[in-house]
């Protein structure tokens, strides 16, 4: 993957302070996972800012602690494809600890307030079926969820 130079496009996210928590927990809950810096910027207009760069799984990311100014909501979120139900089952488990919250349709809130889709890889090709009556099934199925189940999805998908 891109080093913070090579990539062209790297998400920002802006925390009131806990940008370096979030960052080492992320980086836990990740594979692949670390942190390449930490600045410390002392009076600011903020106050004092922390900017931490790091990499899930390679992608670059920076986080800054500059204040109570912003804070994420449902229109942003990150898609986490999984290969199978206990990868799903351990993102939404660590994900959702302390403090998370759980949504509908495979969709969560972390701790920090980021949210998250933790959705199985065999959706994309469900959802990409051409078949109306197929995709009502799937829809209604996951409609009905919180923690996606890749079983009872296929179930549904396939009319079983």
């Known amino acids: 993957?891109?080093?913070?130079?090579?990539?062209?496009?790297?998400?920002?996210?802006?925390?009131?302070?806990?940008?370096?928590?979030?960052?080492?927990?992320?980086?836990?809950?990740?594979?692949?996972?670390?942190?390449?810096?930490?600045?410390?910027?002392?009076?600011t207009p903020s106050g004092n800012v922390d900017v931490v760069n790091f990499e899930l799984f390679g992608q670059p990311f920076t986080a800054?602690?500059?204040?109570?100014?912003?804070?994420?909501?449902?229109?942003?979120?990150?898609?986490?494809?999984?290969?199978?139900?206990?990868?799903?089952?351990?993102y939404w488990t660590a994900l959702t600890q302390d403090g998370g919250e759980e949504g509908q349709c495979g969709w969560l809130k972390d701790k920090f307030g980021l949210f998250w889709q933790i959705v199985p890889r065999s959706m994309t090709t469900m959802m990409q079926s051409h078949d109306p009556v197929k995709l009502a099934r799937l829809t209604q199925?996951?409609?009905?969820?919180t923690r996606l189940d890749i079983a009872a999805l296929e179930r549904a998908f396939n009319g079983e």
């Open 1 to 43: 993957m891109a080093s913070f130079q090579q990539a062209k496009i790297s998400p920002h996210l802006w925390f009131d302070k806990e940008a370096v928590d979030a960052a080492e927990f992320y980086t836990q809950v990740f594979d692949n996972s670390k942190i390449v810096n930490l600045t410390k910027i002392e009076d």
């Open 141 to 145: 199925c996951f409609l009905t969820m």
């Open 64 to 90: 800054i602690s500059a204040g109570p100014f912003f804070t994420f909501n449902e229109s942003i979120s990150f898609v986490i494809h999984c290969d199978d139900q206990a990868e799903i089952d351990r």
